[in-house]
């Protein structure tokens, strides 16, 4: 298999404050990463797709300007939850995928925000 | 826009029993996942399907492709403790995968 870490796991900010969440593959580079988010006891919604060296494509209705996505390096994608509301307390998970010819996308430990 | 209905979405199973979770999805597409989600965790990957009549097995879970009817099952043998947990169908092109609403096990003695 393959090891995509997130960090934080847990975080906990004030309303207003922005927030930076890091999505990393340890052993393999991935040109494309996936951001999704999961409500309490409801499914995963992909936000956006994460592109090496290029701007991230976001899904309808997912605000760019709110969720920004850097995608910097073959191992290294960030998304930081800009002026955050209670609103946008979830679970956000990250993915990566190892490479094309690879049929699987490897999935981080997700991370749990909450804002207060 | 691709959709994947998976039923039922809770299950109470007896252990020592059969039982099976269906995912159905509207459009084609090149693969279809079987994923294990633990409270408060991340997603453990189950299988990975690609091909119309797939099928795998890993211990007492089976998961099958019916492309045609574009239909997986996820098939739990002999129901234990252990397989207490969110279980979610996916499927996607180029790895962007829409998710099923998840089907929540609880296996009770």
């Known amino acids: 298999g393959a090891v995509v870490s997130q960090h934080p796991s847990r975080v906990i900010c004030k309303s207003g404050t922005s927030v930076k969440i890091e999505c990393r593959s340890l052993?393999?580079?991935?040109?494309?990463m996936f951001w999704y988010r999961q409500f309490p006891k409801q499914s995963l919604m992909l936000m956006a797709t994460s592109n090496e060296g290029s701007k991230a494509t976001y899904e309808q209705g997912v605000e760019k300007d709110k969720f920004l996505i850097n995608h910097a390096s073959l191992t290294l994608s960030t998304l930081t939850v800009t002026s955050a509301h209670p609103e946008d307390s979830s679970f956000y998970i990250c993915?990566?995928?190892?490479?094309?010819?690879?049929?699987?996308?490897?999935f981080g430990q997700g991370t749990r925000l909450t804002v207060v | 826009e691709l959709k994947v209905e998976q039923n039922p979405l809770f299950l109470s199973m007896q252990e020592g029993k059969n039982y099976t979770i269906y995912c159905n999805y509207s459009?084609?597409?090149?693969?279809l996942y079987w994923y294990r989600q633990d409270p408060g965790k991340s997603l453990e990957s189950l299988f990975v399907?690609?091909?119309?009549?797939a099928v795998k097995q890993e211990g007492r879970l089976m998961a099958s492709l019916d492309t045609k009817a574009r239909l997986s099952t996820l098939h739990i043998t002999a129901a234990v403790h252990d397989l207490s947990a969110t279980y979610f169908c996916a499927v996607g092109n180029d790895y962007k995968l829409s998710f099923g609403a998840g089907t929540t096990v609880t296996v009770r003695a």
């Open positions: 052993d393999f580079q991935a040109t494309t």
């Open positions: 459009t084609t597409s090149d693969r």
């Open positions: 399907l690609l091909s119309n009549g």
């Open positions: 993915s990566a995928v190892k490479g094309i010819s690879n049929t699987e996308a490897f």
